[in-house]
C-alpha cells in the first residue's frame, strides 16, 4: 500500500451551526443567558428558513448560526449542522480542495459569503463540514455569493469587494470589528 504524503494546512474551529425548532426561542436563550449578541438575521430567499448570526467577540461576526425550520436530522444541506473550521490562507484552502480531491470528495461547494471565502462538503460519514478565511471585508449576513478558488488571491478578493460595495453594511472588517467592540463595551 502507497502512502500519499500531503501538506497539512492549520485549522483552528471557527463557528457552530444550529438546526432550531423554535428560532426565536432558542435565539433568546443563547442571548438573554450566555451572553451572545446578534449581529445579523433574515432569511435565506432560496431556502424559506431564517439564520440569525450570534457572536461575543468583536473580531469575530459569529461563533453561532442558528437555522429556524430547517431539519434537525437527515439534512442533505450542508450549510445546516455542519462544523466550520477557519485557516489563515487562500493557499490553505485551496491545499484543502485538492487534498479533498485526492481522497475522492468531488462534491465541494465555493461560496462567498463576503466576509468568508468558503468550502463546504460532506465528511466521509456524510457530516457537513466548511473550511474558510476570512476576506478583509464585512457585508450584512446571510450572504452568498460564487468564486473561484483557482482565480488569483488579487483576482478573488477584487470581484468580492466589486460584488460587496453596494450591499447593507459594506465597510473593512476592522472597522466592522470597531463599532461591534463598542457595541460590546455599552452593554
Known sequence: ????????????????????????????????????????????????????????????????????GAMTSDSDFVMVDHLAFRTGTLDDLRIIYANLRDAGIT???????????????????????????????HVAQPYAGEWNINASNEEIEATTRENLKDKPEFM???DWSEHFAKRMAHR
Open 172 to 174: 473593512l472588517m476592522k
Open 107 to 137: 462534491e465541494i461547494l465555493q461560496i462567498d459569503h463576503g466576509n468568508a471565502w468558503s468550502l463546504y462538503f460532506n465528511d466521509p460519514e456524510g457530516n457537513g463540514v466548511e473550511t474558510y478565511v476570512d476576506t478583509p471585508f
Open 1 to 68: 500500500m502507497t502512502t500519499i504524503t500531503r501538506q497539512r494546512p492549520r485549522l483552528a474551529t471557527g463557528h457552530s451551526t444550529l438546526a432550531a425548532r423554535d428560532l426565536q426561542a432558542l435565539k433568546a436563550f443563547y442571548c438573554d443567558v450566555l451572553g451572545f449578541e446578534v449581529t445579523n438575521e433574515g432569511p435565506i430567499p432560496t431556502e424559506g428558513q431564517e439564520l440569525v448570526f450570534l457572536s461575543q467577540d468583536p473580531n469575530t461576526h459569529h461563533q453561532i448560526a442558528m437555522v429556524g
